[in-house]
């Protein structure tokens, strides 16, 4: 079945750090990617998401670039700020109608940046 | 952001009493979703729906019901709560995939925090 696999935390960073969080996925087909942030005490929201191979999600700073060849979706700032502190999930939404309408969320990544 | 509410935002309970949650959206959005959120776990359906009427399983859906009698409310039913059931659940909304894509985004509610002691 499908899956999602991201790297660990918590990651700790000092603000301008470049910032990596690796996430793989293992599906049938052409899945959508996404990422997920979600702030303390909040629900998630969706970060950026894309939709079929070598497409790049971007928004606020943050990059995913959709690799096929790697089944890989990782996501990448150049220059994190304390305001990115969050926990970060990765997910997929498989193809065809019964999956397509499922996601499926990685464990979660929760960062911090030190000031 | 999209009209989605969840209550109660916090809920304590004994072990035994039945519990109901409640998501209510206001965007017409087809697709409706619960999720519990545990540490260690991610987010994992509980069930879903596809229209009114219209429910399915998720991955973790023993111990729970659901009911959606009009689109914009789905409720979320413990029958005999208990502790395993501790959690905080999220409710999400979607008009789904598969329109010529497949993508699906879905949108989340507040969460509701709940204790079963």
């Known amino acids: 079945g499908n899956s999602v696999t991201q790297m660990e935390g918590p990651v700790t960073l000092s603000e301008e750090a470049f910032l990596t969080i690796n996430c793989t996925y293992t599906a049938t087909g052409y899945p959508s990617l996404f990422w997920y942030v979600q702030y303390p005490g909040e629900g998630l929201q969706l970060l950026l998401k894309?939709?079929?191979?070598?497409d790049k999600g971007s928004n606020k700073g943050f990059e995913a670039t959709y690799r096929k060849e790697t089944t890989s979706f990782h996501l990448e700032k150049g220059s994190v700020q304390v305001s990115d502190s969050a926990v970060y999930f990765c997910a997929l939404s498989g193809s065809g109608d019964s999956s397509a309408s499922k996601i499926i969320f990685g464990s979660g990544t929760r960062l911090s940046i030190r000031p | 952001d999209a009209g989605i509410t969840q209550s109660p935002r916090h809920k304590v309970t004994e072990t035994g009493t039945p519990v109901t949650l409640r998501c209510h959206q206001t965007e017409n959005h087809r697709y409706m979703y619960w999720y519990r959120q545990d540490p260690g776990h991610g987010l994992r359906l509980i069930h879903y729906?596809?229209?009114?009427?219209?429910?399915d399983k998720g991955e973790v859906s023993d111990g729970y019901s659901v009911s959606r009698s009009k689109t914009e409310d789905f409720l979320l039913t413990l029958e005999s709560a208990t502790s395993s059931q501790t959690s905080v659940y999220f409710c999400?909304?979607?008009?789904?995939?598969?329109?010529?894509?497949?993508?699906?985004?879905?949108?989340f509610g507040p969460g509701t925090r709940l204790t079963v002691l």
């Open positions: 999400a909304i979607s008009e789904g995939g598969d329109r010529g894509g497949n993508y699906n985004e879905q949108f």
């Open positions: 894309a939709t079929k191979a070598d």
């Open positions: 729906s596809y229209g009114v009427k219209d429910t």
